[in-house]
Structure formats: C-alpha cells, structure tokens
T-cell receptor, first 115, second 118 residues
Framework: AQSVTQLGSHVSVSEGALVLLRCNYS??????LFWYVQYPNQGLQLLLK??????LVKGINGFEAEFKKSETSFHLTKPSAHMSDAAEYFC?????????????FGTGTQLKVEL | EAEVAQSPRYKITEKSQAVAFWCDPI?????LYWYRQILGQGPELLVQ????????DSQLPKDRFSAERLKGVDSTLKIQPAELGDSAMYLC????????????????FGPGTRLTVL
C-alpha cells in the first residue's frame, strides 16, 4: 500500500519569501511522485512529477521538488512567492493498477501569500 | 488546449434524491477516472475506466453509486439515493494511454462538480 503525508494543512508566507511545502511518502516499491495545485472551485493541475532519474525536478510556475529516498520525502519549493501562488497543493504517489496508474493523494496544504 | 469537461458545475439536492454527473474526457484519451474530494481532504479514486471497461472500482460504494462509460468516450456517475455524507467535489480526470505508466501518462483533471446534499 502507498500513502502520502503532507505536514501542515496551512502555510502562510510573505510575497517574495521562500515557499516550502512538505510531503513524505510511504511505498513498498519505487514511487512515482507528483505535486498538483488546485485553485478555488477548479480541478487539479499538474505542477511536476518524479519518475526516475534526476532527483531534482523542475515544474511550472517556478516550482521544484527534490526526491530524497533516504528521507522518504518530496518537498515542494519556490524561491520567491507570488500572490498568484495562493492555492491548495496536493502531493500524490502513484501505483500501477490493471489499466493504468492510480494516484493516492495527501490531504493538501493551503498556501496563503501575504503582502 | 483540450480540456476535460464536466457538468453541472454545482448541484444541490435533497437526501434520498438521485443525482447524476457527466464527464467528457480529452478526445482520444483511453483512461477515465472519477474521484471524490471531501472538503479538507485530498481526492480519492472512486472508479477507473479503460475504454468502456471498469478496471478499478474497489472504492465505489456500489449500493448507491454507479458509473458507466458506454461507448468508451464520455461517462456518467450516478448516486441514488444521495446521503448527507455524499456532499463533496466530484472530479473527473483522463489520461491518454491504456495501461499507462505514471512516467509517461499524465492525468488531466476537469473543473469538478460540487455536490451539496441537504
């Protein structure tokens, strides 16, 4: 079984400050890991994903995440927060099912960006 | 850019009534997913189709929920009868490949249907 734990349901940063959203995973097999963003009353948009290879993954909107196997972590960072980054962020881990890949999501972290 | 379409966007119903949600995936996408997202939680997979066939419905409450994808294109999720605990966002997603690997097969999400059961 696979699972994801997101530490901190709410994170608040000042505009221009570093964004750090934490995600730890549990997986019995090498994991595929994802970060999605959700704006109010909208669906989820893929920010980035880790599959194999380079452990530092760059995504859209200036976000990046680093896969650390020894720490079972996949934290999301952005050097400088912008007001438009305010949204809910979900970390997810994937498992292969009979017909495709099944995503297991964390409970989400609401990011607030203040002036 | 092609998108996953869902309707309605919002639905309010009374408990014991029947409700239905519709999803039109991105054209050509073989795999379709229905997720339920309860407020304050992450999405949870309810059912997954590959073409017209169900490949995973282990988390679908089959006593009241049903889903179909008759022609392997659009899909309908139905709840009958609705209960108060069904209030949630219902998200549809699609991905291109059959039996896709997560390394190459991204899931694209629709805007969701927010259901309120009174």
């Amino acid at each position: 079984a696979q699972s994801v734990t997101q530490l901190g349901s709410h994170v608040s940063v000042s505009e221009g400050a570093l964004v750090l959203l934490r995600c730890n995973y549990s997986s019995s097999v090498p994991p595929y890991l994802f970060w999605y963003v959700q704006y109010p009353n909208q669906g989820l948009q893929l920010l980035l994903k880790y599959t194999t290879g380079a452990t530092l993954v760059k995504g859209i909107n200036g976000f990046e995440a680093e896969f650390k196997k020894s720490e079972t972590s996949f934290h999301l960072t952005k050097p400088s927060a912008h007001m438009s980054d305010a949204a809910e962020y979900f970390c997810a881990v994937s498992a292969i099912t009979g017909g495709g890949n099944k995503l297991t999501f964390g409970t989400g972290t609401q990011l607030k960006v203040e002036l | 850019e092609a998108e996953v379409a869902q309707s309605p966007r919002y639905k309010i119903t009374e408990k014991s009534q029947a409700v239905a949600f519709w999803c039109d995936p991105i054209s050509g996408h073989a795999t379709l997913y229905w997720y339920r997202q309860i407020l304050g939680q992450g999405p949870e997979l309810l059912v997954q189709f590959q073409d017209e066939s169900v490949v995973d419905d282990s988390q679908l409450p089959k006593d009241r929920f049903s889903a179909e994808r008759l022609k392997g294109v659009d899909s309908t999720l139905k709840i009958q009868p609705a209960e108060l605990g069904d209030s949630a966002m219902y998200l549809c997603a699609s991905s291109l490949r059959r039996g896709g690997s997560p390394s190459t097969d991204t899931q694209y999400f629709g805007p969701g249907t927010r259901l309120t059961v009174l």
